[in-house]
C-alpha cells in the first residue's frame, strides 16, 4: 500500500553491488541476463539519492522495514507473465467524471510504458457491487469511506483469466482497518488485485496536473506491489511509502536503481527503450521532473555503450 512503511537502510543497497543471495540455479543466459541488468543498475546509481533519515510524522520513523534487495527479489518467487498471465487491467469503480476519465487514460498509458505489458480497461463497476458493511462514515470527519480490502476482494472473482494484475481506480476515500484515517492505496503481494484512490489527491478540474502526477505515482506504486516489490528503503524511490500526501509529494514517481532491476527482470525489458518511451511520456504529459530524471537514466545507459 503507498503508506508506507519504514526501513533499515544498512542492508538496503546489497543488490546492485554485492554478491547474488544464494538462489536457484541459473542457466549460463539467464545469468549473462542478470550481469547486464547489475551492469545497467549500476549507471543509474549516481542519479538517485539514498534514502533520507525518516523525519517527525513520517511513516518510517513509526514503523521499521528491511526493505528489499534485488537478490530478495529474485528469490522471492514474484508475480510474472507467464502461465497464461499476459495483460494489466484497470478496473474504474464508482461514479467518474471528466477530470476522473482523462487521469484514467493517462494512467493506462504510463503503465503499458512502465511495465512493458498491455493494458485494458475494464467495464466500469458501481460502488453498489460492495457489500454495505464495506462502507462508513469517518469517525471523525464523517465523509463516506469505502473498505480497501473490500474491494480487493471484489476483485479477485472478476479477475479475467489472462490479467497479470487488476488495478481498481476510484475516487471513493479509502481506510484498510477502523482505527485507520485513509490509505492512498492498497495492493496483494500473492493475489495480483490492488486499488488506489483520487479521493485524496486533489480536484482534478482545478488542478489537474497535481492530480495527474500524484494518480501516477500511486499507480505505479500499487502495480510494483503486485508484482512483488515492497517497499523501498535504500532511496529516494516511486516504491517509498507514506502516510500523508505531504510526503507523497516528495517522493519521486520514477523508481530508484533497485527497484528498477525488479521491473526489468520481471518482464524482460529493454531498459534504454523504455526510458526513451517513458521521457516522451513525461515531457508530452508536463512532468518536467519526471521528463528529467528518466531522460538522465537514457542518457547514462546510452553512454555505456559509446
Given at each position: 500500500m503507498r503508506i508506507a512503511r519504514a526501513g533499515v537502510l544498512a542492508l538496503a543497497c546489497l543488490g546492485i553491488g554485492g554478491s547474488p543471495a544464494e538462489g536457484p540455479a541459473r542457466s549460463p543466459q539467464e545469468a549473462k541476463t542478470l550481469v547486464a541488468i547489475r551492469e545497467a543498475g549500476r549507471a543509474l546509481v549516481p542519479l538517485h539519492e539514498r534514502k533520507r533519515p525518516?523525519?517527525?510524522?513520517?511513516?518510517?520513523?513509526?514503523?521499521?522495514?528491511?526493505?528489499q534487495t534485488f537478490d530478495e527479489y529474485l528469490g522471492s518467487s514474484p508475480n510474472r507473465p507467464g502461465q497464461g498471465w499476459t495483460t494489466l487491467y484497470v478496473q474504474p469503480l464508482g461514479p467518474s467524471d471528466e477530470g476522473q476519465r482523462r487521469l484514467l487514460e493517462a494512467t493506462v498509458d504510463?503503465?503499458?510504458r512502465f511495465y512493458g505489458l498491455p493494458v485494458k480497461t475494464l467495464e466500469p463497476i458501481g460502488?453498489?457491487?460492495?457489500?454495505?458493511?464495506?462502507?462508513?462514515?469517518?469517525?471523525?470527519?464523517?465523509?463516506?469511506?469505502?473498505h480497501s480490502l473490500?474491494?480487493?476482494?471484489?476483485?479477485k472473482p472478476r479477475r479475467p483469466a489472462d490479467a497479470l494484475a487488476v488495478l481498481c481506480l476510484t475516487?471513493?476515500?479509502?481506510y484498510p482497518q477502523d482505527?485507520?484515517?485513509?490509505?492512498?492505496?492498497?495492493?496483494?503481494?500473492?493475489?495480483?488485485v490492488g486499488v488506489w484512490s483520487t479521493s485524496r489527491l486533489g480536484d482534478p478540474s482545478k488542478e489537474f496536473a497535481t492530480c495527474l502526477r500524484r494518480t501516477l505515482a500511486v499507480a505505479?506504486?500499487?502495480?510494483?506491489?503486485?508484482?512483488?516489490?515492497?517497499?523501498?528503503t535504500a532511496y529516494e524511490c516511486g516504491m517509498n511509502g507514506s502516510n500523508s500526501l505531504a510526503v507523497s509529494?516528495?517522493?519521486?514517481?520514477?523508481?530508484?536503481?533497485?527497484?528498477?532491476?525488479?521491473?526489468?527482470?520481471?518482464v524482460g525489458l529493454d531498459p534504454v527503450a523504455r526510458y526513451r518511451s517513458l521521457a516522451d511520456f513525461a515531457e508530452a504529459r508536463g512532468l518536467a521532473a519526471e521528463g528529467r530524471a528518466w531522460r538522465a537514466s537514457l542518457e547514462a545507459l546510452e553512454a555505456r555503450g559509446r
Open positions: 525518516a523525519r517527525a510524522g513520517d511513516w518510517l520513523a513509526r514503523f521499521p522495514e528491511a526493505g504510463l503503465l503499458g460502488l453498489e457491487a460492495l457489500p454495505p458493511e464495506a462502507g462508513r462514515l469517518h469517525p471523525t470527519y464523517g465523509n463516506p469511506q469505502i473490500a474491494v480487493l476482494d471484489l476483485l475516487a471513493s476515500d479509502l482505527d485507520w484515517n485513509f490509505v492512498f492505496g492498497q495492493a496483494s503481494l500473492g493475489e495480483r505505479l506504486h500499487e502495480t510494483g506491489h503486485m508484482f512483488g516489490i515492497v517497499h523501498c509529494d516528495r517522493a519521486p514517481m520514477p523508481f530508484c536503481p533497485e527497484c528498477e532491476m525488479k521491473v526489468w527482470w520481471n
